[in-house]
């Protein structure tokens, strides 16, 4: 049975401040490198909206967001994974292409953000099929874990995201012609309290799980492979001091890349 919270108008006043309504002026204030773009939102479930609005709203100040995405999708590559069977389903990404054509066409948007890490095989599709720029929410983060070096530890929330995560950080590593290992970690009590609401005990388990893998051997660095983990950074926002290696998240690292986009500082 669901439990309500006990103040149901600060709860629907809050969440309309973070994802706003839908209107064709431009957002009322922000960066003025920013104000007047849009950026689409291709999600892999619906509730993800809200760190999608949040942390796209807290990194690129004035840009519009246009969300698009249905627990259909997740639900569809959930039961593949249960099955057995290749993770994202080939209708999966022809979804996120139908979404991305209707971004482009019905939202006008000046680029897109497949936020999605399960989701992350979608990628070429979605950018062949569009002629806006197309990012994968999790590149930056991978690319930056790259670069840092060392071993990295990829925690992951779901099962189905662990193997997409670790395949696009090899590929990332062999993109920019270096060698990567890495050992990933799926913490299933942090998706439990996410579901549950209680987003303290979802953080709580991850650094938990941090903890644990660095007291058994050295790591470079941590990646957390899901956006929805980037809330972690609300409880840890300085990561290096308390678990002495940086932890780096795709909600942080992957809209600061669309920030470079929208700026025009890189191609």
């Given at each position: 049975m669901m439990t309500f919270p006990d103040d149901p108008l600060r709860l629907f006043s809050d969440y309309v401040r973070v994802t706003g309504i839908g209107r064709l002026e431009p957002e009322p204030g922000g960066d003025p490198?920013?104000?007047?773009k849009r950026l689409g939102l291709i999600n892999g479930a619906s509730w993800i909206t809200l760190w999608c609005n949040y942390f796209g709203k807290l990194y690129l100040p004035g840009v519009q967001l246009v969300n698009a995405g249905n627990d259909a999708v997740q639900l569809n590559f959930t039961e593949a994974y249960v099955r057995g069977e290749p993770c994202p389903p080939q209708?999966?990404?022809?979804?996120?292409?139908?979404?991305?054509?209707?971004?482009?066409?019905?939202?006008?948007v000046d680029a897109i953000l497949i936020t999605c890490s399960t989701m992350n095989r979608s990628y070429p599709a979605v950018a062949e099929a569009v002629d806006v720029p197309v990012v994968?929410?999790?590149?930056?983060?991978?690319?930056?874990?790259?670069?840092h070096g060392g071993k990295v530890l990829v925690i992951a929330t779901l099962v189905t995201t662990v193997n997409s995560t670790q395949?696009?950080?090899?590929?990332?590593?062999?993109?920019?012609?270096?060698?990567?290992?890495?050992?990933?970690?799926?913490?299933?009590?942090?998706?439990?309290?996410?579901?549950?609401?209680d987003i303290q005990g979802h953080n709580e388990a991850l650094a938990q799980a941090i903890r644990e893998a660095t007291a058994r051997e050295p790591f470079g660095c941590v990646v957390l492979a899901q956006l929805s983990m980037t809330v972690f950074m609300l409880s840890y926002p300085n990561p290096e001091a308390e678990f002495g290696l940086p932890v780096f998240t795709s909600g942080q690292l992957g809209f600061q890349r669309v920030r470079e986009i929208l700026t025009g500082r890189v191609g």
């Open positions: 490198a920013l104000v007047g209708e999966n990404i022809d979804a996120f292409v139908r979404m991305a054509r209707d971004l482009v066409e019905l939202g006008r994968q929410i999790d590149m930056p983060m991978m690319e930056a874990a790259v670069n395949a696009l950080l090899e590929e990332t590593a062999q993109r920019l012609g270096k060698d990567v290992v890495s050992a990933g970690v799926t913490v299933e009590e942090a998706w439990h309290r996410l579901a549950a609401g």
